[in-house]
T-cell receptor, first 109, second 114 residues
Framework: KQEVTQIPAALSVPEGENLVLNCSFT??????LQWFRQDPGKGLTSLLL?????REQTSGRLNASLDKSSGRSTLYIAASQPGDSATYLC????????FGTGTSLTVIP | KAGVTQTPRYLIKTRGQQVTLSCSPI?????VSWYQQTPGQGLQFLFE???????NKGNFPGRFSGRQFSNSRSEMNVSTLELGDSALYLC?????????????FGPGTRLTVT
């Protein structure tokens, strides 16, 4: 069974700092990997989707990379803002999506 | 284009009752997946429907069931509710098979079982 781990579980940074969130998975035979953010009590908002043949995707201040062979993905957030405060989840797909437990990010003004 | 909608948004039920949740996907999307989110277990996959057929199923008891209609709208039913069923239930829609395409989530239904 696919296991997805996200480290750290919580992160607090001052506004303007660049940061990296990590996601690791046990089975490298994935179709794709998707990063989401979730605000308290809300649904998930899709941030980036990386297909298995891709190495990275970028959207604005966000950049996600994928290394299938090592079972790792990183989400890089540049110039963090208080509005980036949320829980960030990664999910890998193999017949279904398997989610990590998330990283709770707090950006301090 | 309208996003994924879920109704109702909040629900309070008593142990032993049954409940039906509804999900309307993004127009043109044919796949709907359901997830249960709890503080202890995180997000867990319940099942996926594609073109009115259950395509995949997670590891949940038979009390959890679902269906999809010809317009791609989906319903999830939980019978004989237990206290442990209290959770945020999320549905996600995608263009094709859920594990191959980007998933878009609805706001969720918060179910409380007393």
């Amino acid at each position: 069974k696919q296991e997805v781990t996200q480290i750290p579980a919580a992160l607090s940074v001052p506004e303007g700092e660049n940061l990296v969130l990590n996601c690791s998975f046990t089975d490298s035979a994935i179709y794709n990997l998707q990063w989401f953010r979730q605000d308290p009590g809300k649904g998930l908002t899709s941030l980036l989707l990386i297909q298995s043949s891709q190495r990275e995707q970028t959207s604005g201040r966000l950049n996600a990379s994928l290394d299938k062979s090592s079972g790792r993905s990183t989400l890089y957030i540049a110039a963090s803002q208080p509005g980036d405060s949320a829980t960030y989840l990664c999910a890998v797909s193999v017949n279904q999506f398997y989610f990590g437990t998330g990283t709770s990010l707090t950006v301090i003004p | 284009k309208a996003g994924v909608t879920q109704t109702p948004r909040y629900l309070i039920k008593t142990r032993g009752q049954q409940v039906t949740l509804s999900c309307s996907p993004i127009s043109g999307h044919r796949s709907v997946s359901w997830y249960q989110q709890t503080p202890g277990q995180g997000l867990q996959f319940l099942f996926e429907y594609f073109s009115e057929t259950q395509r995949n199923k997670g590891n949940f008891p038979g009390r959890f069931s679902g269906r999809q209609f010809s317009n791609s709208r989906s319903e999830m039913n939980v019978s004989t509710l237990e206290l442990g069923d209290s959770a945020l239930y999320l549905c996600a829609s995608s263009l094709g098979g859920g594990d191959l395409h980007e998933q878009y989530f609805g706001p969720g239904t918060r179910l409380t079982v007393t």
